[in-house]
């Protein structure tokens, strides 16, 4: 009889401790610092991006996008505007709602929905300010670009496969009004980057819309490394004022019957 009042007194003492256990685990997760997210996010970078100034916690916070060309190089500002998040509990029992606002950057919040291993991306638009692209360094902090680039998709599918993340959709990058201050035309010209993506590969085109600045090239980005290559040209008349810049871009060569400037990056 003692025996069995003993093994009750176990039990209940080893369930009082796991409720106990599990009520913490609970307050913790409840008020996560909103810095656990930056530290993820630097982690994953390899410390190129940071949340700065962020406040709140990780279910629900605010903080600014900032960028670095190294890091060890100091942080800038990358994406005007704060980002405020919302993050649903329910990412504890494995489904991901999350909800992503900024007026001055995003089109519209932005919804990341799912599982721990898939998610789905709904459609929207990101406004990047092309002279804050010179903090991921060289060579776009010699190129000093101004002007407007906008990333739009639809919706987009990612799923964790073997430690990789496999990307399924079509990414734009429009980029108007582009300029650099290694050139005295401003503005270079309207340009547009087409990518579709299939799992860790994607297939790239870059056309040139408008202005005196001819670029256009394609290839593909393949297990983490983009694999481009190009041309580049100045419209009639333009070719004194353009010099500079397209010896920078690349080398000149006969290509076509033509001599153009060819650029690569593997």
């Known amino acids: ?9 176990n039990k209940f003492a080893w369930l009082y401790l796991l409720v106990v256990a599990f009520s913490f685990l609970l307050s913790v997760m409840a008020f996560a610092p909103a810095r656990w997210l930056g530290q993820l996010l ?4 390899k410390g190129r991006l940071s949340l700065m100034d962020a406040d709140g916690t990780l279910w629900r916070g605010a903080a600014s996008l900032g960028i670095a060309a190294s890091a060890n190089e100091p942080v800038m500002l990358l994406l005007p505007g704060r980002f405020q998040w919302q993050l649903s509990p329910l990412l504890l029992i494995g489904r991901v709602n999350f909800r992503l606002a900024n007026a001055e950057s995003l089109s519209h919040p932005l919804l990341l929905t799912g599982s721990w291993q898939q998610w789905q991306l709904g459609k929207a638009s990101l406004l990047i300010p092309a002279e804050r692209l010179v903090g991921m360094g060289a060579p776009l902090n010699t190129l000093a670009l101004s002007g407007r680039i906008r990333v739009m998709w639809d919706d987009l599918r990612a799923s964790a496969k073997g430690g990789q993340v496999e990307l399924h959709g079509a990414i734009t990058f429009a980029m108007d ?11 270079l010209g309207n340009y547009r980057l087409d990518t579709v993506w299939q799992g860790q590969q994607a297939t790239l085109n870059l056309s040139a819309l408008q202005g005196p600045l001819l670029l ?17 040209d100045a419209a009639p008349g333009q070719e004194e004022k353009l010099a500079n810049l ?21």
Do not use: C, H, Y
């Open 1 to 9: 009889m003692n025996k069995g009042s003993d093994k009750n007194r």
């Open 42 to 45: 630097e982690q994953q970078s």
């Open 177 to 187: 009004d582009i300029a650099s201050r290694m050139s005295p035309i401003k503005p």
């Open 216 to 232: 256009q090239g394609d290839r593909m980005f393949k297990n983490g490394r983009i694999q481009f290559a190009g041309t580049a």
């Open 246 to 266: 397209l010896n920078l871009l690349g080398q000149r060569r006969q290509q076509g019957g033509e001599n153009v400037i060819a650029f690569e990056f593997k």
